[in-house]
């Protein structure tokens, strides 16, 4: 499965942004699909998780500003971003998690964002 993910920019603080990540097969075939990022310098973080179900979760630091979402259609997810702040200048992943007898992660290939302050 490949997943690629797509729309990071450059915005300006307040701004927003639509990333999206498009699976090469069915994102049911994923117990969860997410966003994380990679700061400069930083560790890779989650930013936000959305499960088959529909069920999501947040870092704290983007909770009321980005909603993750997802098309089963399209086999796409999506991240909106409302109120960026400089902080969130990071490269952003899209990531599928299986479970299969064990743990599998699929990441995407990561597309950056940088907020101008």
């Known amino acids: 499965v490949q997943l690629q993910a797509s729309g990071g920019g450059l915005v300006q603080t307040g701004g927003s942004l639509r990333l999206s990540c498009a699976a090469s097969?069915?994102?049911?075939?994923?117990?969860?699909m997410g966003w994380f990022r990679q700061a400069p310098g930083k560790q890779r973080e989650l930013v936000a998780i959305i499960t088959t179900g529909g069920t999501t979760n947040y870092a704290d630091s983007v909770k009321g500003r980005f909603t993750i979402s997802r098309d089963n259609a399209k086999n796409t997810i999506y991240l909106q971003m409302n109120s960026l702040k400089p902080e969130d200048t990071a490269v952003y992943y899209c990531n599928g998690q299986k479970l299969l007898g064990g743990v599998y992660d699929y990441w995407g290939q990561g597309t950056k964002v940088t907020v101008s302050s």
């Open positions: 097969k069915s994102i049911f075939d994923f117990y969860r």
